[in-house]
């Protein structure tokens, strides 16, 4: 069964140090999605991409965060300077273009220190 | 802007009881609605979905019906079981390509 993959699966980092998560989501889906989801909370949206163009990056913090996804297919998303704050799970998800369920991966949990 | 609410848990039954998790959305189309399910430490899985009014979705005993007319989409189970501890998300979309909204989601804990 096709998944969506994600690593690291957990990463531990240092305040203002720069972190990088990658995503390759279900093949031939067009739709990628980067989601937060801070503990006990729901999943927010951070950024869409319809191949390699951005959709939507308005929930983005934009001055440390970056995401890119430059052949339309895997996905790069960076912070820099990492902040105690942004520890969370960050989430991958992929859809195509016909249905909107989205398929998720495990995620990578990130602790800042 | 559209949104999503889901009853607060946590949840606790005992195994082979009712559930009902309640949820409410506001939305300006006809949205798509979902039901995900979050196991510790693991990202989502779908679990069920409508994409129209009266549809019902079902999987693995859970049901839920898409009401237009109280904008509810409710996930019951006749009879739960301890595998079935997670939490659940109850999510929107406006139409196909747009970015799911999530409640809050919903911790359910079952004990044998």
């Known amino acids: 069964e096709a998944e969506v993959a994600q690593s690291p699966r957990y990463k531990i980092t240092e305040k203002s140090q720069a972190v990088a998560f990658w995503c390759d989501p279900i093949?031939?889906?067009?739709?990628l999605y980067w989601y937060r989801q801070i503990l006990g909370q729901g999943p927010e949206l951070l950024v869409q991409?319809?191949?390699?163009?951005?959709?939507?990056d308005s929930q983005l913090p934009k001055d440390r965060f970056s995401a890119e996804r430059l052949k339309g297919v895997d996905s790069t998303l960076k912070i820099q300077p990492a902040e105690l704050g942004d520890s969370a799970m960050y989430l991958c998800?992929?859809?195509?273009?016909?249905?909107?369920?989205?398929?998720f991966g495990q995620g990578t949990r990130l602790t800042v220190v | 802007g559209d949104s999503v609410t889901q009853m607060e848990g946590p949840v606790t039954l005992s195994e082979e009881a009712f559930l009902t998790i309640n949820c409410t959305y506001t939305?300006?189309?006809?949205?798509?609605l979902f039901w995900y399910v979050q196991y510790p430490g693991e990202g989502l899985q779908l679990l069920l979905k409508?994409?129209?009014?009266?549809d019902k979705g079902s999987n693995k005993g859970f049901e839920a019906t898409y009401r237009k007319e109280t904008t509810s989409f409710h996930l019951e189970k006749g009879s739960v079981q301890v595998s079935d501890s997670a939490v659940y998300f109850c999510?929107?979309?406006?139409?196909?390509?747009?970015?799911?909204?999530f409640g809050k989601g919903t911790t359910l804990s079952v004990s044998s």
């Open positions: 999510a929107l979309s406006d139409q196909a390509g747009t970015a799911l909204i």
């Open positions: 409508a994409t129209k009014a009266d």
């Open positions: 998800a992929s859809s195509s273009i016909v249905n909107a369920e989205a398929f």
């Open positions: 991409f319809q191949d390699e163009s951005v959709v939507d």
């Open positions: 093949s031939g889906h067009a739709t």
């Open positions: 939305a300006t189309g006809y949205p798509s």
